[in-house]
């Protein structure tokens, strides 16, 4: 049973730069394309940056990070990273990752997914 393990949450201040972890367990990472969400409480889940399964390791990121946030591999951890910079409040949610037997970029809708995280709390505050 693949698992997909969160890390690197936290409060951030505005400006500031933050790094989350998505770590795949019991499973091969070229296997599976890697799909960043977050999720304010009332609203539905947005995909904010994708990498693609295989070795392409195509890339995507929403228009509201684009410039901002960059999602990277570390085939090696069997894990992938989002780099988060320059982070405004807005920016504030619960982060997920997910993931897609070979899949591609960008984003299938929620209940699609093979696998989910259990999700990190980014805070983005003075």
């Known amino acids: 049973q693949v698992q997909l393990v969160e890390s690197g949450g936290g409060l951030v201040q505005p400006g500031g730069s933050l790094r989350l972890s998505c770590a795949v367990i019991?499973?091969?990472?070229?296997?599976?394309?890697i799909h960043w969400f977050r999720q304010v409480a009332g609203k539905a889940r947005e995909g904010i940056s994708c990498?693609?399964?295989?070795?392409?390791?195509?890339?995507y990121h929403s228009n509201s990070v684009k410039g901002r946030f960059t999602i990277s591999t570390d085939s090696a951890k069997n894990t992938v990273y989002l780099q988060m910079n320059n982070v405004i409040p807005e920016d504030t949610a619960v982060y997920f990752c997910?993931?897609?037997?070979?899949?591609?970029?960008?984003?299938?809708?929620?209940?699609?997914?093979?696998?989910w995280g259990q999700g990190t709390q980014v805070t983005v505050a003075s």
């Open positions: 997910a993931g897609e037997v070979m899949g591609l970029c960008p984003f299938l809708p929620v209940d699609e997914y093979d696998v």
């Open positions: 019991g499973g091969a990472l070229d296997d599976y394309s």
């Open positions: 990498l693609s399964s295989g070795d392409a390791h195509y890339t």
